[in-house]
């Protein structure tokens, strides 16, 4: 038994690629308010923001542990979209 969109790949890839991007879009838009209270509390730093984050018990968007790179990431996308960091 075939899985998935068998007639168009390519089609299927590009709205399986569209719904990633929203679905990382509305991730970060949901974090965004709580880096930024991390941010006046004093943790300006990538460092203090990831730790912050952990601290609250608040899950990366894969479900880990928030690292450097995760937050960095995360308003690298803020910014792109909506020039927002």
């Known amino acids: 038994m075939a899985l998935g969109n ?49 601290a609250r018990g608040i899950r990366s968007p894969r479900g880990g542990q928030w690292h450097v790179s995760t937050v960095q990431n995360l308003l690298a996308r803020a910014e792109r979209r909506h020039g927002l960091s």
Do not use: H, M, Y
């Open 6 to 54: 068998q007639s168009n790949p390519a089609e299927a890839a590009a709205l399986g690629r569209a719904a990633q991007l929203s679905e990382a879009d509305r991730f970060a838009a949901n974090i965004l308010p709580i880096i930024k209270v991390i941010q006046e509390s004093g943790a300006t730093t990538l460092t203090g923001i990831a730790a912050a984050l952990n």
